[in-house]
């Protein structure tokens, strides 16, 4: 079974530009997370969707948001970058009532310049 | 709000020696507990998990993990590390139904050959 995909894998974008990063996850989950991981503020929660909807969102501006498709394909969307937002950018599903297990991908690294 | 604290930011051992990482969480009510590890250009994988029932759980290459509900704490084990140890590991937290994990800061563990 395949894992979780992120794409891309690398992206470089200049400040003030917007990005969108996609995320499949493993076939049969429904719920998707995404994590933001820097070296000075570690893996912080950015938000979850499950059925399309977001049910939990983690304490980042506004200019982070996402969606969830029918397919529970996700994708993160980031406007008006900031050098801040350099970041590895993860994404994880998990299967619905399996409690909190879940799968990561390898992540978007993403550098703002 | 959750936190979870891992007091050791980098630890060093040479192979054989045994291994033990700490993990403290702050929240009171029912918790889930994870440890993740990311080899050196990998993505995050689970270890091993808490959620209920005997509090020493065993996990994938020979780790093991202590839950001690009083102290808060969930402290990650391995008698005898090898070089393909050598890792960054990470201390996660749910609380009840959320699916949103807290993560530690964690643990750069060097194993010398």
């Known amino acids: 079974k395949a894992g979780v995909t992120q794409t891309p894998r690398y992206l470089i974008k200049t400040r003030g530009q917007q990005v969108t990063l996609s995320c499949s996850p493993i076939s049969g989950h429904r719920s998707v997370s995404w994590y933001q991981q820097t070296p000075g503020q570690g893996l912080q929660f950015l938000f979850e969707y499950f059925s399309e909807t977001q049910r939990n969102k983690g304490n980042f501006p506004g200019r982070f948001s996402g969606r969830q498709f029918s397919n529970s394909r996700s994708e993160m969307n980031v406007s008006t970058l900031e050098l801040g937002d350099s970041a590895l950018y993860l994404c994880?599903?998990?299967?619905?009532?399996?409690?909190?297990?879940?799968?990561f991908g390898a992540g978007t690294r993403l550098s703002v310049l | 709000a959750q936190s979870v604290s891992q007091h050791n930011h980098h630890v060093i051992l040479s192979e054989a020696a045994s291994l033990e990482l700490g993990c403290n969480y702050s929240?009171?009510?029912?918790?889930?507990l994870f440890w993740y590890v990311q080899y050196p250009g990998q993505h995050l994988q689970l270890l091993l998990k808490y959620f209920s029932g005997d509090p020493l759980v065993k996990g994938i290459k020979g780790f093991e993990a202590e839950f001690i509900k009083s102290k808060f704490s969930f402290n990650l084990r391995k008698p005898s590390v090898q070089w393909s140890d050598t890792a960054e590991y990470f201390c996660?937290?749910?609380?009840?139904?959320?699916?949103?994990?807290?993560f530690g800061s964690g643990t750069q563990l060097t194993v010398l050959p």
């Open positions: 996660a937290v749910s609380s009840g139904s959320a699916r949103q994990l807290t």
């Open positions: 929240y009171g009510g029912t918790v889930n």
């Open positions: 994880a599903s998990s299967l619905p009532g399996q409690q909190n297990i879940q799968y």
